[in-house]
């Protein structure tokens, strides 16, 4: 029995084929990078599920929703506490807030999770706005390429933050926003490669982080320098599902 890819239209074997187990789309193999051991696993239900990029698209927004109410958790214990000691009118007040505050942190997070920010790139000395853009783009450009990275498209740099022209060394992040999340993963995967290049070591790229993801990320550092200090070895920040955690290395 032959059934068609939803990707490329075609028909192949069941055996070729895997379902979605969200939303029960059917894919070739080939078209999802797929091999025959694992296709073979999945329709054996031995245990091993398979998601469409769209469907795990939905399942990574919805551990973002769940990161920002980790992160959250311990202001709501605080809260409560202070909402047992105030009249009902003013306790409804604070869940309304609080709950608000989840929205816009969640809402905050879909606006950025396209942007890129890189850090250490000095600015031009009496140059205009418009050439400032355009050695940035240029400069952008040139990063990418040594990363080994393709076409991204027209990429628009945004320097942050307010110009001071009294500084000697301006060095304001530059803004980038990229056609997709998985064009961020791949320039931060290969970012790493900077740090032992010579033209690009003091430049760093990190994700478009919000206010409550800096002082997240701050508090697991501060953790981790503390942990280094008292004589633990070996140990990193790694993310998982969006969550900074200290981890030990690999190496």
């Known amino acids: 029995m032959s059934t068609s890819c939803t990707c490329c239209g075609r028909n192949a074997d069941s055996c070729k084929i895997v ?3 969200v939303c029960g789309k059917s894919y070739k193999i080939e078209c999802v990078d797929l ?27 919805i551990n ?17 506490l202070s909402v047992s000691t105030v ?5 409804t007040s604070a869940s309304l807030l609080q709950t608000e505050k989840v929205i816009q942190e969640v809402s905050e997070r879909s606006k950025r999770k396209c942007n890129i920010i890189i850090y250490g790139r000095s600015e031009l000395i009496n140059k205009n ?7 940035d783009t240029v400069f952008v450009k040139d990063v990418l390429t040594a990363l080994k990275i393709g076409d991204l498209g027209d ?8 110009y001071d022209p009294t500084k ?14 998985e064009d961020v993963v791949s320039v931060l995967r290969a970012s790493k490669s900077l740090k032992t290049t010579d033209p690009w070591k003091n430049i760093f790229i990190s994700r478009d982080r919000t206010k409550m993801q800096n002082e997240l990320y701050k508090s697991v550092r501060n953790e981790l320098h503390e942990r280094l200090s008292n004589g633990e070895q070996n140990l990193i920040i790694k993310y ?3 969550i900074p955690n200290i981890v030990h290395s690999e190496n």
């Open 19 to 21: 379902n979605c187990c």
């Open 35 to 61: 091999t025959n051991a694992e296709a073979r696993k999945i329709h054996q239900k031995s245990g091993l599920s398979w998601s469409c990029k769209n469907c795990a698209k939905i399942g990574s927004d």
């Open 64 to 80: 973002s929703l769940k990161a920002v109410i980790v992160a959250l958790q311990e202001e709501i214990k605080v809260l409560k």
């Open 87 to 91: 009249p009902p009118s003013t306790a």
């Open 129 to 135: 706005k418009t050439e400032q853009s355009e050695a």
């Open 155 to 162: 990429l628009k740099p945004i320097r942050l933050g307010k």
């Open 168 to 181: 000697q060394d301006r060095r304001r992040p530059i803004k980038i926003t990229l056609s997709s999340e």
């Open 240 to 242: 998982k599902d969006g």
